[in-house]
């Protein structure tokens, strides 16, 4: 059974930065895209950014994400990244890891970090 496992989250002051990373282990592992999203209380999961885990490195970006946060990785540790730079407030959140191992959306998810953006 494949498992994702985020870490990285923690409380951070507006304009500073963090980097989230997710590890996978467990079974046999294969996968088109490696993602990362967010879910405020009582939303819905948004997508954050992804980036081909096979084949290549060709990433994704929300428009919230782009130029602040940058997704990359790591197949020999089986590991994503996530770095934010200039956070807001508006960041504050939930942060999840997930993989689409067969093009039709993510089939399996991290349990998340928490990320607070505060003063």
């Known amino acids: 059974q494949v498992q994702l496992v985020e870490s990285g989250g923690g409380l951070v002051q507006p304009g500073g930065s963090l980097r989230l990373s997710c590890v996978i282990s467990?079974?046999?592992?294969?996968?088109?895209?490696m993602g990362w999203y967010r879910q405020a209380p009582g939303a819905g999961r948004e997508f954050v950014a992804a980036?081909?885990?096979?084949?290549?490195?060709?990433?994704y970006y929300a428009d919230s994400a782009k130029g602040r946060f940058t997704i990359s990785k790591d197949n020999a540790k089986y590991t994503v990244y996530l770095h934010m730079n200039s956070l807001v407030p508006g960041d504050t959140t939930v942060y999840y890891c997930?993989?689409?191992?067969?093009?039709?959306?993510?089939?399996?998810w991290g349990k998340g970090t928490q990320v607070t953006v505060s003063s």
């Open positions: 997930a993989v689409d191992s067969t093009l039709g959306g993510p089939d399996n």
């Open positions: 467990g079974g046999t592992f294969s996968a088109y895209d």
């Open positions: 980036i081909n885990w096979s084949g290549g490195s060709t990433t």
